[in-house]
């Protein structure tokens, strides 16, 4: 099983970025796939998830609103719209699949490399 992360860069304060996670190696019907960042120093942090029905989608308080997340059946991808960032919202952005529907890192048992996102006030 692998997912591929991809997307992060260098924006402006109040801009925008979609990042993308391509799945493969199995099939993914009975998963979720969320996002995390991990910020210097910090623990990482859930940030949104959803089913691959995409029926179901969750997001952390801190950026309901602002990120969307979304899925791509016909390519095996999950895309997370980040939009209006913050400094704060600098981080690694890493993608993950579990079958629990769950907000802790530790339920996750697959996961990508992560993507840098820089955004500067």
């Known amino acids: 099983v692998q997912l591929q992360a991809s997307g992060g860069g260098l924006v402006q304060a109040g801009g925008s970025l979609r990042l993308s996670c391509v799945a493969s190696?199995?099939?993914?019907?009975?998963?979720?796939v969320g996002w995390f960042r991990q910020a210097p120093g910090k623990e990482r942090d859930f940030v949104a998830r959803?089913?691959?029905?995409?029926?179901?989608?969750v997001y952390a308080d801190s950026v309901r609103g602002r990120f969307t997340i979304s899925r791509d059946k016909s390519n095996n991808t999950v895309y997370l719209q980040m939009n209006s960032l913050k400094p704060d919202d600098t981080a690694v952005y890493y993608c993950?699949?579990?079958?629990?529907?769950?907000?802790?890192?530790?339920?996750?048992?697959?996961w990508g490399q992560g993507t840098l996102v820089t955004v500067s006030s």
């Open positions: 959803i089913t691959w029905t995409g029926i179901m989608t």
């Open positions: 190696g199995r099939s993914f019907s009975d998963y979720r």
């Open positions: 993950a699949a579990s079958t629990i529907a769950s907000r802790r890192a530790d339920s996750y048992s697959y």
